[in-house]
């Protein structure tokens, strides 16, 4: 919901980072984690990811045998709202943002620095997320 809040599109994806947090948590639980197979076929069809099947087992059996808990990093990119065209609608004018470059690129480095961390760190407990 973007209009309920003065903060409008910036609310509604901090709602998305908490909701997708809650879900993370929660499928760390090992109760959870255990019938993770169950629970990626109830979700087939509903997501797409580069990991495959068996990157996903390895990760939950790695995770049930470590109980390590899952620090959650939230960042937002922001910039300036207007009024524009864009692709998909044509000359209609749509709201979009125009975004910060600077947040953007620190966004960016944020990545990178997870995508940097080695596999002796991974294995260590130091979660990647992509």
Request: charged share 25%; aromatic share 8%.
């Amino acid at each position: 919901e973007r209009y309920a809040y003065e903060s409008g599109d910036r609310h509604r994806v901090q709602n998305q980072q908490d909701v997708t947090e809650a879900i993370l948590k929660k499928l760390s639980d090992p109760r959870y984690l255990a019938k993770y197979p169950k629970i990626l076929k109830s979700a087939e069809g509903s997501f797409e990811t580069s990991m495959s099947y068996d990157m996903i087992t390895d990760f939950a059996k790695t995770q049930l045998a470590s109980l390590h808990p899952w620090t959650i990093e939230k960042i937002s990119v922001d910039g300036t709202g207007a009024m524009l065209p864009t692709y998909s609608m044509g000359a209609q004018n749509l709201y979009v943002m125009i975004p910060d470059q600077s947040t953007v690129d620190a966004a960016k480095a944020k990545i990178r620095e997870y995508l940097s961390v080695s596999e002796p760190e991974a294995e260590q407990g130091t979660e990647i997320a992509e």
